[in-house]
């Protein structure tokens, strides 16, 4: 996600966020929601809904939706991540805005976030986000993200120490183009810690020497690209280590600033032998609803078992 001064306008950002709430909450399991869960859910919508009549009138891009599939299973559409570009301006502002938008989750997911949001004090912040996933099932997954400005080492540094990872002194110097920490957190507390590196732009023939080939990669050669611009490889930690001892396991990258619309993605997605099990049907459900911008997308560097593609909603249809 890449925030920044708007540069288009919602006609009505209170009415297509309601709407795009109703859409995705369509697609969950009412019977399977434990009591009081809907009350909540509501409130976080309104929240959010809230937030974005405000700053979309400042800012672009705040607001990411996503869809996540993983083959042999239902696409998950209730997915977003909200932004607070404005951090270094309000920082105090914006993290009563993250609390509010978490806090009627419930008490077990507050504290966690609170805990986590000291980490925001350290030089070097660009901005946070936050953002939730809910299963048909109402399993509730918070994501927060840390963005960085590239120089600040140190900073980067302390944040994974004090998350329990681990970088040899040797390595410091080898944060800079660590752009993002991605923190996932259910209610038992911290779940897992994603890093994401940074690329302006990478060759394939480059990204061959780092990493094993990816199918998509496959694809994108066969079709002429010789690298991609905005991209962003992805390393999962789960258990406290020296993070240089993990391969990264996923890629991400800019659609938009690579030319690839939902048209080609597709064919990609249902194509035999490296998508097939990837239904487009709910994104093109979506997409006979809303208005909608493709952003990016995120894959395992093994296989297509799973995707994450991340969109704009511009307005409703």
């Given at each position: 996600?890449?925030?920044?001064?708007?540069?288009?306008?919602?006609?009505?950002?209170?009415?297509?966020?309601?709407?795009?709430?109703?859409?995705?909450?369509?697609?969950?399991?009412?019977?399977?929601?434990?009591?009081?869960?809907?009350?909540?859910?509501?409130?976080?919508?309104?929240?959010?809904?809230?937030?974005?009549?405000?700053?979309?009138?400042?800012?672009?891009?705040?607001?990411?939706?996503?869809?996540?599939?993983?083959?042999?299973?239902?696409a998950l559409l209730y997915r977003f991540s909200y932004a607070w570009p404005e951090y270094?301006?309000?920082?105090?502002?914006?993290?009563?805005?993250?609390?509010?938008?978490?806090?009627?989750?419930?008490?077990?997911?507050?504290?966690?976030?609170?805990?986590?949001?000291?980490?925001?004090?350290m030089p070097g912040v660009e901005q946070p986000l936050a953002g939730l996933e809910v299963?048909?099932?109402?399993?509730?997954?918070?994501?927060?993200?840390?963005?960085?400005?590239?120089?600040?080492?140190?900073?980067?540094?302390?944040?994974?120490?004090?998350?329990?990872?681990?970088?040899?002194?040797?390595?410091?110097?080898?944060?800079?183009?660590?752009?993002?920490?991605?923190?996932?957190?259910?209610?038992?507390?911290?779940?897992?810690?994603?890093?994401?590196?940074?690329?302006?732009?990478?060759?394939?023939?480059?990204?061959?020497?780092?990493?094993?080939?990816?199918?998509?990669?496959?694809?994108?050669?066969?079709?002429?690209?010789?690298?991609?611009?905005?991209?962003?490889?992805?390393?999962?930690?789960?258990?406290?280590?020296?993070?240089?001892?993990?391969?990264?396991?996923?890629?991400?990258?800019?659609?938009r600033r690579n030319g690839i619309d939902w048209t080609r993605l597709r064919t990609f997605?249902?194509?035999?032998?490296?998508?097939?099990?990837?239904?487009?049907?709910?994104?093109?459900?979506?997409?006979?609803?809303?208005?909608?911008?493709?952003?990016?997308?995120?894959?395992?560097?093994?296989?297509?078992?799973?995707?994450?593609?991340?969109?704009?909603?511009?307005?409703?249809?």
């Open positions: 996600m890449w925030p920044g001064p708007g540069n288009f306008r919602l006609s009505d950002p209170r009415h297509t966020l309601e709407s795009w709430f109703a859409h995705v909450r369509s697609s969950l399991r009412p019977d399977r929601a434990p009591r009081g869960v809907h009350a909540g859910l509501s409130a976080v919508e309104s929240s959010v809904t809230e937030l974005f009549r405000e700053d979309s009138a400042s800012y672009s891009f705040i607001f990411e939706p996503s869809l996540a599939w993983h083959a042999g299973a239902s270094r301006l309000r920082p105090c502002a914006v993290r009563d805005a993250v609390r509010r938008m978490i806090r009627p989750l419930g008490s077990r997911y507050d504290r966690w976030f609170s805990q986590t949001m000291r980490l925001l004090s299963t048909a099932q109402f399993r509730f997954r918070l994501k927060f993200y840390i963005q960085f400005r590239p120089e600040f080492v140190r900073s980067k540094h302390a944040i994974l120490n004090a998350l329990g990872f681990r970088v040899s002194p040797d390595h410091v110097a080898s944060l800079s183009p660590l752009h993002l920490i991605g923190i996932d957190y259910q209610a038992s507390g911290i779940t897992g810690v994603k890093l994401y590196t940074r690329f302006p732009r990478i060759d394939f023939c480059n990204l061959s020497a780092r990493v094993r080939q990816s199918p998509m990669v496959d694809c994108l050669q066969a079709q002429g690209f010789k690298g991609l611009k905005d991209f962003l490889l992805i390393t999962r930690l789960d258990r406290p280590c020296d993070i240089f001892d993990i391969p990264p396991s996923e890629m991400d990258f800019s659609l997605l249902t194509s035999s032998g490296k998508g097939g099990t990837l239904d487009p049907a709910p994104y093109d459900a979506l997409k006979d609803r809303f208005r909608i911008l493709e952003n990016r997308i995120s894959l395992p560097l093994a296989g297509m078992t799973r995707a994450n593609l991340y969109y704009l909603v511009l307005d409703t249809l």
